[in-house]
């Protein structure tokens, strides 16, 4: 089986960590908006699930776009808690040299995760960046992945989606494209990005 002619990557908790800076902006936005502090558990339950979700969990009467203007104003109010994975930017740069596409598909708006990938030297190393949309559907539905497919010019199955979610992994099923988990706990992915990076050349017989 040929190797795959993109890679597809999550952002938060693949190549950036950035969990604490969403936890504290979130707690930021409930007491700007007056809804009530979100406890860590509740918060990690709902964790990489998208707007929608918060709208839903956190600020019940509020509308998606006033939350993501919040959002978008004062997540890098917290940018000391937002730092590259320290095997990104060499992750990406040998896939580059691979003559592999490397996009980000994440449900943080695209705005926003354009600055996390600007503020964390990210940003030139990928070629295409698929947040959160209103025409699209947040993962665990397909189109973010099949948006960027399109945009690339390849197939699901000629990508390899990576994340750290279910959401992710039932996201690339839905899409009919190849998963492998980062740091998932069912043991059958990688730890790290390098090894992720040895994984795909060896699909390529390099």
């Known amino acids: 089986m040929p190797g795959p002619r993109a890679v597809l990557f999550d952002l938060d908790g693949v190549l950036v960590n950035s969990y604490e ?9 409930t007491r700007h908006f007056c809804k009530s502090d ?6 990690h339950d709902c964790w ?3 707007i929608e979700v918060d709208l839903r969990e956190f600020f019940p009467g509020c509308n998606a776009a006033e939350i993501e203007r919040f959002y978008d104003e004062h997540l890098l109010d917290f940018d000391s808690c937002i730092e590259a994975d320290a095997d990104a930017a060499a992750t990406l740069q040998r896939l ?13 708006p695209t705005p926003l995760a354009r600055d996390i990938l600007a503020l964390t030297g990210l940003i030139g190393l990928v070629d295409l960046t698929v947040g959160a949309m209103s025409d699209l559907a947040s993962k665990p539905a397909p189109d973010l992945i099949v948006h960027a497919c399109r945009e690339l010019d390849v197939e699901p199955a000629e990508t390899l989606v990576v994340g750290d979610s279910r ?21 059958h992915g990688v730890s790290t990005l390098p090894d992720l990076v040895d994984r795909v050349l060896s699909q390529l017989g390099s």
């Open 167 to 187: 959401f992710d992994e039932e996201a690339a099923r839905a899409a009919n494209a190849p998963f492998v988990g980062f740091r998932t706990e069912d043991g």
């Open 38 to 43: 979100v406890e860590r558990d509740r918060f």
């Open 96 to 108: 580059r040299d691979e003559e592999i596409a490397r996009a980000v598909v994440t449900n943080t």
């Open 21 to 29: 800076a969403w936890f504290k902006l979130v707690n930021l936005a």
């Open 48 to 50: 990489g699930q998208g």
